[in-house]
């Protein structure tokens, strides 16, 4: 059975640091591109980064850049997002994915596999 599971998940103050992990199971997604997208309360899935396969190319929603930071380990088939700098609009559950494509990694339909999603709450 494949499984991404996200943790790291909680509440915080704004200006705040959190980590996301995502923990793959069930087949190795080494070869797959991870993105992270979020979803707040009343409002539609939106993308927050994507990371290719090798770590190679990482890309960032304009609402997140320089604050937040995708990173992978292959090895343990794990997908990370830093977080820095919360604000209370990061509020969202967050949930990442995995992809067999090469492009068009911004759109949620690209993706194969997801994860259950974590809550970020994020108070001012």
């Known amino acids: 059975q494949v499984q991404l599971v996200e943790s790291g998940g909680g509440l915080v103050q704004a200006g705040d640091s959190l980590t996301l992990s995502c923990a793959a199971s069930?087949?190795?997604?080494?070869?797959?591109?991870m993105g992270w997208f979020r979803q707040a309360p009343g409002k539609e899935r939106e993308f927050v980064a994507f990371?290719?396969?090798?770590?190679?190319?990482?890309y960032y929603a304009d609402a997140v850049k320089d604050r937040f930071t995708i990173s992978r380990d292959n090895a343990k088939n794990t997908v990370y997002l830093q977080m820095n700098s919360l604000k209370p609009e990061d509020t969202a559950v967050y949930y990442c994915a995995a992809s067999a494509r090469r492009t068009a990694l911004k759109y949620s339909a690209s993706y194969n596999y997801w994860g259950q999603g974590a809550q970020v709450t994020v108070s001012s």
């Open positions: 990371i290719t396969w090798n770590g190679g190319i990482t």
């Open positions: 069930g087949r190795t997604f080494s070869s797959d591109a």
